[in-house]
């Protein structure tokens, strides 16, 4: 199986992406950029998995941290907030 | 308890403090019924999961949080592997990947499930229904130091308010800060400051004034 | 920004920073059936027959007025027993036949 992508400090970016079927990317997060706060291991494709199907090979999971002044532009909380969230990496790309 | 005559058994635990009969707890009995009837469950099999469900409650995260206040070792494993830590004092590991979230002076934790009501069950029982509500998962993410306030929670601009969308495998725990005056205590005294709001993180620790 | 038309593509479950009633930290004892609801589904998912993703799907699928209506053990018997009859464990009519008995008996039952 290869190598989990991505590393912590790994500036990525949320795929823009709007499938039909059942996913675990919250909407809201869709098209940020972030960094990747901590790799959690292999989990099977809840995508696959909401059909009956296996969810195999099993996809590396990240947490990546977004400020709160990214994802809400108005945000009126304090500039240092954060929010970090658990992304699936066929969601990720490298933010170059 | 009423007295079921009828042909299949009722294999209910007392109903009495239920609300109305809801098509939807008529389908609840109805599922069950056949689901036991065609044998893909048993009724022991049921038992044994209402006594696991009664085992499971905030005491179970508070031990962990008083004994990561204790013992630096333990709190050194909390932050490498948190579903370790909780295996390591007997606590039902199972299904759980768990994250623990250390509040500091610098930063302040606070979980959500925006997607459903992703839930550390086995440390901290069923979740309040604030919890699961669509008015938290939405506001908490945008606005979260106005969610905090509504549990009387209010942190300078100097304190990172970190908040956690649970959204897929991960499952997490607020360790609260330890609170001032209990140097000293054993774990047991330690774990009666830690309530279940405090490890979702909208609440600090009670103070000693509290209990 | 998106435009309104992917706003189609988000899921009635999918909440984050979506405008909805004001937010108030209420809750309730859980009530005996909802922690039977709750148990069932535990064990179903240890036997393999029960997928969580398969649940949530099912719930995503209530649509917009159900979701926001039932509550949620509500949603949960109704994507259980959903999900029950997509994998060939039980037939509708079962169940059909099932609830008016349960309905019957409890009208006896006074």
């Known amino acids: 199986m290869a190598d989990p992508l991505f590393k912590v400090g790994d500036m990525v970016r949320i795929r823009d992406a709007y499938p039909i079927g059942h996913c675990r990317t919250p909407f809201y997060t869709r098209g940020l950029t972030g ?25 590396p999971l990240y947490r990546v941290r977004l400020p709160m002044q990214k994802i809400w532009p108005d945000y009126t909380g304090a500039p240092l907030d954060t929010l970090e969230v658990e992304i699936f990496e066929h969601w990720l790309e490298p933010d170059d | 308890m009423h007295d079921h ?76 592997d948190a579903t370790a830590a909780a295996k390591s004092i007997g606590l039902e590991p199972t299904w759980l990947n768990l994250i623990a979230l250390e509040n500091t002076d610098a930063v302040h934790n606070v979980v959500v499930c925006t997607l459903c009501s992703c839930y550390p069950w086995p440390l901290l029982g069923l979740p309040p229904d604030w919890y699961k509500s669509r008015a938290y998962r939405s506001d908490v993410v945008q606005n979260p130091r106005k969610i905090l306030a509504e549990f009387g ?28 005056g209990t140097e000293g205590w054993s774990e047991e005294e330690l774990a009666e400051l830690v309530t279940r709001d405090s490890m979702i993180g909208v609440v600090p620790a009670l103070a000693i004034e509290d209990l | 920004m998106v435009s309104k038309s992917l706003l189609d593509f988000r899921g009635v479950h999918d909440l984050g920073g979506v405008l909805c ?22 064990l179903l998912a240890t036997k393999g027959l029960l997928r969580v993703d398969e649940l949530r799907r099912a719930v995503e699928g209530l649509g917009d007025e159900k979701y926001q209506r039932l509550s949620y053990y509500e949603q949960w018997i109704w994507a259980m027993t959903q999900i029950m009859l997509e994998r060939g464990i039980m037939t509708d009519a079962e169940i059909g036949a099932r609830v008016e008995a349960v309905r019957a008996q409890l009208a006896s039952d006074g």
């Open chain 1, 35 to 59: 960094e990747i706060e901590r790799y959690c291991g292999r989990f099977a494709n809840p995508e696959e998995l909401a059909y009956r199907r296996d969810g195999q090979p099993a996809v």
């Open chain 2, 5 to 80: 005559t009828h042909h299949h058994p009722h294999p209910n635990q007392p109903d009495e403090e239920d609300g109305p009969f809801t098509e939807y707890r008529l389908l609840e009995i109805a599922l069950r019924e056949l689901l036991i009837e065609k044998d893909v469950i048993t009724q022991a099999e049921l038992h044994k999961t209402y006594r696991m469900m009664d085992d499971r409650g905030p005491h179970n995260g508070a031990r962990m949080v008083a004994k990561a206040w204790s013992d630096p070792a333990y709190l050194d494993l909390m932050r490498r």
């Open chain 2, 153 to 180: 929670t209010t942190l300078p601009e100097t304190v990172e308010v970190r908040v956690h969308d649970s959204s897929a495998d991960m499952r997490y725990l607020v360790v609260p800060k330890r609170p001032e």
């Open chain 3, 21 to 42: 009633e004001p937010f108030a930290p209420d809750e309730h004892d859980y009530e005996p059936w909802e922690k039977r609801v709750h148990a069932v589904r535990e």
